[in-house]
């Protein structure tokens, strides 16, 4: 088992930025590909970033390609995603998942485990 706790969400203006935080405990750490995901009112559930075990590899859904960026610290059992030039759309519940190194090559499926979320909100 491995539990997720997201913070550093909150409210800013659009253009802004922010840093979200997801804290690990558990099984070790680096066993884990990580991703965040994201939902919008109304909206299904999305894939926002993803990295592999090592942080060697990452991967962006196109609409934040190069506002975002996420990373890890496995010594800290700590996956950050920095999000800048935020826009009002980005507006959801953020997800911290993680999944077995080893998964699928489509790092959007195979998210065993998930954190509760934590909202951000983007004022025009």
């Known amino acids: 088992q491995v539990q997720l706790v997201e913070s550093g969400g909150g409210l800013v203006q659009a253009g802004g930025s922010l840093r979200l935080s997801c804290a690990a405990s558990?099984?070790?750490?680096?066993?884990?590909?990580m991703g965040w995901f994201r939902q919008a009112p109304g909206k299904e559930r999305e894939f926002v970033a993803a990295l592999n075990w090592s942080g060697g590899s990452t991967y962006y859904t196109d609409s934040v390609q190069g506002r975002f960026t996420i990373s890890r610290d496995n010594a800290k059992n700590t996956v950050y995603l920095q999000m800048n030039s935020l826009k009002p759309e980005d507006t959801a519940v953020y997800y911290c998942?993680?999944?077995?190194?080893?998964?699928?090559?489509?790092?959007?499926?195979?998210?065993?485990?998930w954190g509760q979320g934590t909202q951000v909100t983007v004022s025009s």
């Open positions: 558990g099984r070790t750490f680096s066993r884990y590909d």
């Open positions: 998942a993680a999944r077995p190194r080893g998964s699928s090559s489509d790092y959007r499926i195979e998210y065993h485990y």
